[in-house]
């Protein structure tokens, strides 16, 4: 249960981001309404077998880790080096890529958390990060040598399970940090990343943790992208730029894209106490099911419901709504439409990042959660790139008698979908973010006013 | 197959478990303890034995990797004698 009067204060962050090097250079990016969707080399090699060529990927070269492939098995990466010493190569010895990229970011996060050794490594600190694939390619080059190339158990060596399990990465982040409260991973596929800070949330709000690391992670991957690409759902067409366009009438599809966001939460008298830099509080979060018994097609009600958990009776009306906004034909104009039957047409606005960096999966709710941190940061509110032109008709299931919310078409919402970044005063802004499974989660978060 | 020559291959392998500290390779005897000595990690004493078979062209058996002791000279022991076993 919640502690009455225990609040939730953000106090550090840290990711990795297709085409930035850092932070610092992920936000100049994002305001300056730039696109880090590449076309993609491996996409591209697998010509007429992938539909979709695009992605905001991120490279091991670009992240300074050099792969050492096995002797043994062919094409397996043995184990990766950090050509920037930033962490021990024992903690690398159990990592695949994506929980690497977790490390990297949580020192960045606990770096500007400021948590001193003693915090860190106390058991009032937990790791709570996920990820929405598998190690994908640990297991594929490990069970192909196996299964197809008759070699051994111990040729694809003693790593294979800490390298691919279900919450490596929280476990690496947990083996380096050395924290000693809880470590666990909660997985809700394009939810994850919100999700493991929701749950970090409550670990905090209801007096089980005073600090947790907390996040998601999608580590690059071909086998992911080639999972979504057979469900013909990726963005095929336009230039890479124009790819990821939320909300437009021409959207076909989302952009498969890869990253980690990490952020460190703290109990709010203890942050202050400490004199800590506070960069956001969380007000609320709230998840639910849509309860259709659907896997895929998103729920208006299920939606709405989410929206009455999260602000209640409060009154509080949203600055901003950092939507999901996927770039798929149904899932944005459910989105839209749940939002505007619950806020109405006026006095907020939309963002949506998925359209300048893609859809990160199981990293997208944590590094969009990020981007909603430096909106309030900065006071400016990012854009819903390329959503140039809104469907004047209405969509197709809000002609059925069985549509039950707004029957506007989705061009009447024009003013609150900016296509530009700009400058607002920003006090609250809600995240929202879906998975498959038909789950959806929503988080409140604020500036610190005291 | 000389022991010495055994043993050097074994520092070749030894050389790609980066969670050895590579310094300690310089003096490997017969007598050297991987775990106790050489601070490897007991998960890396499969990999070890992996390339050992590969680098050496044999294939042990499964009792005798159970029963393989942590000192340099039993995993010689081993390679010779799997080796003299065709």
Redesign the interface.
Known sequence: MEIKGRKVAVVGMGGVFPTCANLEEFSEKLFSNKSLIREWDKALEQDKKIRSKVSGFVTEKEMNIEP?YS??LENYPE?F?DLLNRIP??N??TADIGSIWAMLASLDAVKMAGWSNNETQSEGTGVVVGSGGAGHEILRHAWHNFFELDK?S??V???TVDRAMVYRDAANVSCLIKNRGVCESIGSACATGLGNIGYAYRLIKFGLQDRVVAGGVEGTSLETFVGFDAMQVLSRGFSPEESSRPFDKDRNGFVCSFGAGIVCLEEYEMAKARGANILAVIDNYHNNSDGDGDMFYPSFNGQQRLWKGLLGETGTKPDVVKAHGTSTPAGDAIELLSIVDCLGSKDYHISAPKSQFGHMLGAAGAVEFITAILMLQKQKVLPCLNANHLNLEQENFQKTDKWQGPTSPLADFRDILPQQSFEKEINYITCLNYGFGGTNSAILISKDNS | MERQEIIEGLVEILK?I??IDQEKLKSVTEETDFIADLGT?S??L??I???AE?KFDVEFDDDD?DDLGSKVKDIVDLIIRTKEKG
Request: glycine letters at 4%; zero cysteines; hydrophobic letters at 30%.
């Open positions: 050492v002797t043994l184990v080096i190569d024992s690398l010895s051994k111990r040729s060596g003693s790593h | 790609t980066r969670t990690p998960t890396e499969i990999n034995a992996a390339k590969q990797i």
